[in-house]
């Protein structure tokens, strides 16, 4: 096996290098040393690498040869610190985290914007903030670096023929910083206008959060008709549903896309580096750790941040955010809403009678002999103020009794699920909807709960076929058969139910979903018997159900053997819906 060697770099390169570690040891040391990834030098002479951040693992790389016409070590040292203040200033300061840049994109997607129009909008504001907030304390070095760009990038002659946003985005830095970069007749009124606008929405907004999402708003409409006009698209999007039943007039709310399909103008990309990005912290704290470092931020998962963003999001706006963070795949993006919509709606508890402690039930006379802590003075005094031994004194007579207790411990779970034809799953572009929707719900909620008890989970979804994985403590692997939409006949896999049961350790729970549309109900009745006769705890949730309908004999007799069934008309009918099976422990 050979390796490839590393090439010998030169005295001159080794020298550039140490300065661009010290620049970016000293950016970290502005900030207090937070914990990030080394970063990546190299030199790349053609210059197609610049300086940008690794979207997997936020490690900033720095190609040492893209340093423009400077030659002295000061210039090479400022150019480094700029570049490597401005970096980790997307760290600290905005978006600072991914939930945080998630709420950003959400709130210029309130403006009826492309989706991909987005990312560059969000990258723009936070941009502009830091820089602003950095020009504060670095302000030479910041113009110069600015200049650097400008006049390595754009010839004079060059400038009239530059793209609008390129106009306003510099022309915002003059203003921010009340520095002039541009000669006075490149930029036209109407530019002027739009730039004013962006930069009062900015100062506005650079050491006060809390205006952040109001004036993000105004920058996105400010912008929207110019890349509208300027990005083009790089290429046909291709998407792909994994729906089965979807009625859904706009497949963009399914569609898979690796990247971003636009095509910001050249002399921006050049300036200021590619707007398309989306920006990724999760990775940051996996290389850290790796280096047996510990984060200062103690930042959730990607799919932790998207699951706490989901929760008060129609299933359409959680799409959006979750393509742009390359969450490309539906069912997985299914998974991560459902889950986040799912938890606490639904407990399970198994409530146990258990010996108590004696309860008092009659007052009779305390005779000499009995133990004396027996004597109850007061019942003594109330029958009369002297005391006459085995005539006056009283004690209590007591009996034991029982008491309850929730177990800790959560039986195994099984999880039997209709996704019958008659079971509807329709999606839009805002809100997902129908019986089947409602029984992902109730099967998501009684999942998590029973993993997060530390329990192992079987899940049979079923139509004319059975899909099934039995016991199992892997939620994801769980998830993925209950998404698995089949949307034709309804048999119950009744014998396979028993099955897998006989197979748990202990008594289990199971957990069956459906709008009771059963076409072999006379042999899935007598299969319910066994599986309540072996000790095993039944619930059933009949989506769409009627209360009247629980009242024939068989349900009756099901019911009295200790099954337990609820009607499932809408959302609301789950939240809070407590489970209780109650079992003796304490014989007379």
Same mark, same amino acid.
């Given at each position: 096996?050979?390796?490839?060697?590393?090439?010998?770099?030169?005295?001159?390169?080794?020298?550039?290098?140490?300065?661009?570690?010290?620049?970016?040891?000293?950016?970290?040391?502005?900030?207090?040393?937070?914990?990030?990834?080394?970063?990546?030098?190299?030199? %790349?002479?053609?210059?197609?690498?610049?300086?940008?951040?690794?979207?997997?693992?936020?490690?900033?790389?720095?190609?040492?040869?893209?340093?423009?016409?400077?030659?002295?070590?000061?210039?090479?040292?400022?150019?480094?610190?700029?570049?490597?203040?401005?970096?980790?200033?997307?760290?600290?300061?905005?978006?600072?985290?991914?939930?945080?840049?998630?709420?950003?994109?959400?709130?210029?997607?309130?403006?009826?914007?492309?989706?991909?129009?987005?990312?560059?909008?969000?990258?723009?504001?936070? %941009?502009?903030?830091?820089?602003?907030?950095?020009?504060?304390?670095?302000?030479?070095?910041?113009?110069?670096?600015?200049?650097?760009?400008?006049?390595?990038? /754009?010839?004079?002659?060059?400038?009239?023929?530059?793209?609008?946003?390129?106009?306003?985005?510099?022309?915002?830095?003059?203003?921010?910083?009340?520095?002039?970069?541009?000669?006075?007749?490149?930029?036209?009124?109407?530019?002027?206008?739009?730039?004013?606008?962006?930069?009062?929405?900015?100062?506005?907004?650079?050491?006060?959060?809390?205006?952040?999402?109001?004036?993000?708003?105004?920058?996105? /409409?400010?912008?929207?008709?110019?890349?509208?006009?300027?990005?083009?698209?790089?290429?046909?999007?291709?998407?792909?549903?994994?729906?089965?039943?979807?009625?859904?007039?706009?497949?963009?709310?399914?569609?898979?896309?690796?990247?971003?399909?636009?095509q910001i103008p050249e002399d921006v990309q050049s300036t200021f580096g590619d707007f398309t990005q989306n920006i990724d912290f999760d990775q940051v704290k996996t290389e850290a750790s790796s280096d047996g470092q510990e984060s200062q931020k103690k930042e959730p998962s990607i799919k932790e941040n998207l699951e706490n963003f989901a929760k008060n999001q129609s299933f359409g706006r959680f799409n959006a955010i979750a393509q742009l963070y390359g969450v490309t795949d539906s069912i997985e993006k299914l998974a991560i809403w459902y889950r986040s919509h799912a938890k606490n709606l639904i407990k399970i508890e198994i409530v146990t009678h258990k010996q108590g402690g004696s309860i008092p039930i009659s007052v009779e006379k305390w005779r000499i002999g009995d133990p004396i802590e027996k004597l109850d003075v007061i019942q003594s005094l109330i029958s009369s103020p002297i005391f006459i031994p085995n005539i006056t004194t009283k004690k209590w007579n007591y009996k034991l009794g029982t008491g309850i207790e929730i177990n800790e411990q959560l039986p195994d779970l099984m999880i039997v699920l209709d996704s019958s034809g008659s079971m509807g799953w329709n999606f839009s572009r805002n809100k997902i909807s129908g019986?089947?929707?409602?029984?992902?719900?109730?099967?998501?909620?009684?999942?998590?709960?029973?993993?997060?008890?530390?329990?192992?989970?079987?899940?049979?979804?079923?139509?004319?076929?059975?899909?099934?994985?039995?016991?199992?403590?892997?939620?994801?692997?769980?998830?993925?058969?209950?998404?698995?939409?089949?949307?034709?006949?309804?048999?119950?896999?009744?014998?396979?139910?028993?099955?897998?049961?006989?197979?748990?350790?202990?008594?289990?729970?199971?957990?069956?979903?459906?709008?009771?549309?059963?076409?072999?109900?006379?042999?899935?009745?007598?299969?319910?018997?066994?599986?309540?006769?072996?000790?095993?705890?039944?619930?059933?949730?009949?989506?769409?159900?009627?209360?009247?309908?629980?009242?024939?004999?068989?349900?009756? /007799?099901?019911?009295?053997?200790?099954?337990?069934?609820?009607?499932?008309?809408?959302?609301?009918?789950?939240?809070?819906?407590?489970?209780?099976?109650?079992?003796?422990?304490?014989?007379?």
């Amino acid at each position: 096996m050979s390796f490839k060697k590393e090439p010998q770099l030169t005295s001159e390169e080794i020298k550039i290098q140490e300065i661009a570690q010290k620049a970016y040891d000293d950016a970290l040391k502005f900030f207090y040393y937070p914990t990030l990834p080394d970063p990546n030098f190299i030199f %790349d002479y053609s210059k197609d690498t610049g300086f940008f951040i690794d979207l997997e693992t936020y490690r900033i790389t720095l190609n040492l040869a893209n340093t423009h016409d400077i030659v002295l070590s000061k210039e090479y040292y400022d150019f480094f610190f700029s570049l490597s203040i401005h970096e980790l200033s997307h760290y600290i300061f905005c978006p600072y985290d991914n939930f945080t840049n998630m709420q950003l994109l959400n709130t210029v997607l309130d403006t009826k914007i492309y989706v991909y129009y987005v990312p560059i909008i969000v990258n723009i504001f936070s %941009d502009l903030i830091i820089d602003s907030k950095n020009h504060q304390h670095f302000p030479k070095i910041m113009e110069w670096e600015l200049q650097k760009h400008i006049s390595f990038n /754009n010839k004079p002659e060059q400038f009239k023929q530059a793209s609008k946003l390129w106009k306003i985005l510099i022309h915002s830095y003059e203003l921010l910083w009340n520095k002039n970069f541009l000669p006075n007749s490149i930029i036209d009124p109407i530019e002027h206008e739009i730039t004013k606008k962006i930069c009062n929405a900015i100062q506005d907004s650079i050491d006060r959060e809390e205006k952040w999402h109001k004036n993000l708003k105004k920058i996105a /409409n400010l912008l929207k008709p110019i890349l509208k006009e300027e990005c083009s698209i790089k290429e046909r999007i291709q998407y792909n549903s994994n729906s089965k039943n979807s009625n859904q007039s706009d497949s963009e709310t399914f569609g898979g896309i690796i990247e971003n399909p636009l095509q910001i103008p050249e002399d921006v990309q050049s300036t200021f580096g590619d707007f398309t990005q989306n920006i990724d912290f999760d990775q940051v704290k996996t290389e850290a750790s790796s280096d047996g470092q510990e984060s200062q931020k103690k930042e959730p998962s990607i799919k932790e941040n998207l699951e706490n963003f989901a929760k008060n999001q129609s299933f359409g706006r959680f799409n959006a955010i979750a393509q742009l963070y390359g969450v490309t795949d539906s069912i997985e993006k299914l998974a991560i809403w459902y889950r986040s919509h799912a938890k606490n709606l639904i407990k399970i508890e198994i409530v146990t009678h258990k010996q108590g402690g004696s309860i008092p039930i009659s007052v009779e006379k305390w005779r000499i002999g009995d133990p004396i802590e027996k004597l109850d003075v007061i019942q003594s005094l109330i029958s009369s103020p002297i005391f006459i031994p085995n005539i006056t004194t009283k004690k209590w007579n007591y009996k034991l009794g029982t008491g309850i207790e929730i177990n800790e411990q959560l039986p195994d779970l099984m999880i039997v699920l209709d996704s019958s034809g008659s079971m509807g799953w329709n999606f839009s572009r805002n809100k997902i909807s129908g019986e089947f929707h409602l029984a992902l719900l109730a099967s998501f909620a009684a999942l998590y709960y029973a993993i997060m008890h530390g329990s192992y989970v079987s899940v049979i979804n079923f139509s004319e076929k059975a899909r099934y994985l039995e016991w199992s403590n892997n939620i994801y692997d769980l998830e993925k058969i209950l998404l698995d939409y089949q949307g034709s006949g309804t048999i119950l896999p009744s014998n396979k139910i028993v099955k897998i049961v006989k197979k748990a350790i202990a008594p289990c729970c199971v957990l069956i979903i459906t709008d009771f549309e059963i076409s072999n109900w006379d042999q899935a009745y007598h299969e319910f018997l066994s599986i309540l006769q072996m000790g095993n705890m039944l619930i059933c949730f009949f989506i769409n159900g009627r209360e009247e309908e629980l009242s024939n004999p068989e349900f009756r /007799n099901l019911q009295d053997m200790g099954a337990k069934f609820y009607c499932i008309a809408k959302v609301n009918d789950l939240i809070g819906l407590v489970i209780k099976e109650i079992r003796n422990i304490y014989k007379k």
